[in-house]
Antibody, heavy 122, light 106 residues
Framework: QVQLVQSGAEVKKPGASVKVSCKASGYTFTGYYIHWVRQAPGQGLEWMGWINPNSGDTNYAQKFQGRVTMTRDTSMSTAYMELSRLRFDDTTVYYC???????????????WGQGTLVTVSS | DIQMTQSPSSLSAFVGDRVTITCRSSQSISNYLNWYQQKPGKAPKLLIYAAISLQSGVPSRFSGSRSGTDFTLTISSLQPEDFATYYCQQSYSTPQTFGQGTRVEI
């Protein structure tokens, strides 16, 4: 069955970087875009961007341009999201999610990772 | 960015009630509207996609509809397991955006 398993919780200082991983299984990793969505405690959902695991192409929300980098390792069926210059308001849960559409992007997410809490604290 | 406005922000209902949640987009998004259910500490779950299509495995008491830029999620007979927060999401243009959520309390 399809699974997305994310790396564990992180605590970082302001200005540092964090890299979250998302290991996929149960499907052809290169066939579906991976998206990253974050959610502050008790708040709504915010899309950060996507990566095409087949080509490595990315598309980032303008809000995160210059601070976020999404990469993938096809040999390990794993996607990564790195966020730099962390601020206190980056303290949120970060989710990876698999796009529903094959070899394309339609922004419908059936499968999600379990979420990774990143806490930014001095 | 397209703004998605959900109403109400929260509601209380009884088991068996018919519940309606509305989402309005700031511009036309055709049928590019999804609904998710999220329970505390869990990832969201896709309920409805393309405004009216029921995701596989989702109970038929959930349904979606559209009228122009207004979208509705209806739960025909509320069950105890439906206590959750519901989000709409437009998938029409980047950045795709979510509504602020509707908390349903039983």
């Amino acid at each position: 069955q399809v699974q997305l398993v994310q790396s564990g919780a992180e605590v970082k200082k302001p200005g540092a970087s964090v890299k979250v991983s998302c290991k996929a299984s149960g499907y052809t990793f290169t066939g579906y875009y991976i998206h990253w969505v974050r959610q502050a405690p008790g708040q709504g959902l915010e899309w950060m961007g996507w990566i095409n695991p087949n080509s490595g192409d990315t598309n980032y929300a303008q809000k995160f341009q210059g601070r976020v980098t999404m990469t993938r390792d096809t040999s390990m069926s794993t996607a990564y999201m790195e966020l730099s210059r962390l601020r206190f308001d980056d303290t949120t849960v970060y989710y990876c999610a698999k796009d529903m559409c094959t070899y394309g992007v339609c922004y419908n997410y059936v499968y999600w990772g379990q979420g990774t809490l990143v806490t930014v604290s001095s | 960015d397209i703004q998605m406005t959900q109403s109400p922000s929260s509601l209380s209902a009884f088991v068996g009630d018919r519940v309606t949640i509305t989402c309005r987009s700031s511009q036309s998004i055709s049928n590019y509207l999804n609904w998710y259910q999220q329970k505390p500490g869990k990832a969201p779950k896709l309920l409805i996609y393309a405004a009216i299509s029921l995701q596989s495995g989702v109970p038929s008491r959930f349904s979606g509809s559209r009228s122009g830029t207004d979208f509705t999620l209806t739960i025909s007979s509320l069950q105890p397991e439906d206590f959750a927060t519901y989000y709409c999401q437009q998938s029409y243009s980047t950045p795709q955006t979510f509504g602020q959520g509707t908390r349903v309390e039983i």
